[in-house]
């Protein structure tokens, strides 16, 4: 298996709404990182895990709180979602932290829309 | 911060034309890799470079790491419909766990 499985592939969710977004690689990545990515830009890294733990956050908004239950899995939990989080939301792993020596491997993403 | 300039922003070419993209830093990177994204899809790895002077092929693609450690480039020869997409350059910074993108490079073929 050489794939990141991001669900769900779209979501519509309304400013008091909570909703989680998940995340599953197989390859024995043990770095996994979630990335924001508005239309014509280039993904913006929000938050890092490596070996399960919290390593950068990148002065992310509380109102994105993730979650990596164990090496194969990242959630992304959001909650009182503002309209300008809308965009695609990107998660990746590699196969360390360091950045690994075949790059980040990234899934399709979640389209999400902030109503 | 550290930035990523990449160039150019978008080109418009023949197919079978060959294409060239780069990107410069004033930074020291110690790896660079060439991603394209398509629409709706995430980003997928082309090219991944680790030496200063590497030079690596992967079918019709080419991408090299400069000299100086902060520039790369990536060429595409005998463009094809299906080469249509962004494609990003990125790097990471010695003893860092970030990867950093340029702004992109967004291809279109002209019939």
Same mark, same amino acid.
């Given at each position: 298996d050489t794939e990141v499985t991001q669900t769900p592939k779209h979501l519509v969710m309304g400013m008091t709404n909570k909703k989680s977004l998940k995340c599953e690689q197989h390859?024995?990545?043990r770095a996994m990182y979630w990335y924001k990515q508005k239309a014509k830009k280039p993904p913006e890294l929000m938050f890092v895990y490596s070996y399960e733990k919290l @390593?950068?956050? #990148? @002065?992310? /908004? @509380?109102?994105f709180s993730p979650e990596c239950p164990n090496s194969s899995l990242l959630n992304l939990h959001l909650h009182a979602?503002?309209? #300008?989080?809308?965009a695609l939301y990107l998660c990746a792993s590699s /196969?360390?932290? *360091? *950045? @690994?020596?075949y790059g980040y491997t990234f899934g399709s993403g979640t389209r999400l829309t902030v109503v | 911060g550290q930035q990523l300039n990449q160039s150019p922003q978008s080109m418009f070419i023949q197919e079978g034309e060959d294409v060239s993209m780069n990107c410069t830093s004033s930074s020291i990177f110690n790896t660079w890799l060439w991603y394209k994204q398509e629409p709706g899809e995430g980003p997928v790895l082309l090219i991944a470079l680790y030496k200063a002077g590497e030079l690596t092929s992967n079918g019709r693609l080419t991408a090299q790491f400069g000299i100086t450690r902060k520039d790369s480039f990536l060429n595409i020869s005998a $463009?094809?419909? $299906?080469?249509v997409g962004i494609y990003f350059c990125a790097g990471r910074l010695n003893r860092d766990d970030k990867i950093i993108f340029g702004k992109g490079t967004r291809l279109h073929i002209l019939p």
């Amino acid at each position: 298996d050489t794939e990141v499985t991001q669900t769900p592939k779209h979501l519509v969710m309304g400013m008091t709404n909570k909703k989680s977004l998940k995340c599953e690689q197989h390859m024995g990545h043990r770095a996994m990182y979630w990335y924001k990515q508005k239309a014509k830009k280039p993904p913006e890294l929000m938050f890092v895990y490596s070996y399960e733990k919290l @390593s950068i956050n #990148e @002065s992310v /908004p @509380s109102r994105f709180s993730p979650e990596c239950p164990n090496s194969s899995l990242l959630n992304l939990h959001l909650h009182a979602l503002q309209p #300008e989080d809308s965009a695609l939301y990107l998660c990746a792993s590699s /196969p360390m932290s *360091g *950045g @690994s020596y075949y790059g980040y491997t990234f899934g399709s993403g979640t389209r999400l829309t902030v109503v | 911060g550290q930035q990523l300039n990449q160039s150019p922003q978008s080109m418009f070419i023949q197919e079978g034309e060959d294409v060239s993209m780069n990107c410069t830093s004033s930074s020291i990177f110690n790896t660079w890799l060439w991603y394209k994204q398509e629409p709706g899809e995430g980003p997928v790895l082309l090219i991944a470079l680790y030496k200063a002077g590497e030079l690596t092929s992967n079918g019709r693609l080419t991408a090299q790491f400069g000299i100086t450690r902060k520039d790369s480039f990536l060429n595409i020869s005998a $463009s094809i419909p $299906s080469d249509v997409g962004i494609y990003f350059c990125a790097g990471r910074l010695n003893r860092d766990d970030k990867i950093i993108f340029g702004k992109g490079t967004r291809l279109h073929i002209l019939p």
